[in-house]
């Protein structure tokens, strides 16, 4: 399951430099989207709701706001990482940047608020609250150095801000593998809201301490 996080900092890597990196990419990309559609159906109240989420306390309309906001980032994500769109679309880069920051935004907002809601407990309260912190505080870096001109201290960034997006990908993998297991839910559920996101977040300063972001 380690090889998720791995594959999602991967996606920082000009495509076209390996093969190895093209299906890494195809691979983040393809999580990203399904989960993203997937999780559109709280905007639009279709489909089941999970107990553990249903009974959040401020599940109305932060849920909506949320789901709206991640899914958003997570299904733009991928593509801001393509060299061909930065360099052949510009424009669109910066369209698909611009929505993607204010998907982040409203979902990391909205993450705090449902954080505090959590029926969990105190501690898995905790990891959705840190996550969501650490989420709006790199995407905003990413915002304040692209403006600044800092292209190479953006892409890094960037890099960070998505590990932290693609912790909706994590979670959903690392719940079902906890209830494989026979782990109790509410323990597992306290566990996830820490694992779905650190280790993405340190794999990202690992990618980042062994290559440089190459130039636009």
Not at 170 to 192: E, K, M, N
Request: charged letters at 10%.
């Amino acid at each position: 399951m380690s090889a998720l996080p791995s594959a999602a900092v991967a996606v920082a890597a000009p495509a076209g430099r390996s093969a190895g990196r093209r299906i890494g990419w195809g691979v983040v990309a393809l999580f990203s989207a399904a989960i993203a559609l997937v999780s559109y159906r709280y905007v639009f109240g279709k489909g089941p709701v999970p107990e553990a989420i249903a009974s959040n306390r401020h599940f109305q309309p932060w849920i909506v706001l949320h789901a709206a906001g991640a899914a958003t980032a997570l299904l733009l994500g991928p593509a801001q990482f393509l060299a061909s769109l930065r360099t052949r679309r510009p424009a669109l880069h910066r369209i698909g940047g611009r929505l993607y920051g204010a998907g982040c935004l409203v979902g990391g907002v909205s993450a705090l608020v449902l954080a505090t809601g959590v029926s969990a407990g105190p501690v898995a309260g905790a990891g959705f609250g840190a996550l969501g912190a650490a989420w709006l505080l790199t995407t905003g870096t990413a915002v304040r150095r692209i403006l600044a001109g800092d292209v190479d201290a953006h892409r890094r960034w960037m890099v960070r801000s998505f590990a932290l997006t693609f912790s909706a990908v994590t979670l959903r993998i690392y719940l079902p593998w906890a209830s494989v297991a026979g782990v109790d839910f509410l323990l597992a559920y306290r566990i996830v809201a820490w694992m779905c996101w650190v280790p993405n977040a340190v794999w990202a300063e690992w990618y980042l301490g062994r290559r440089r972001i190459g130039a636009p």
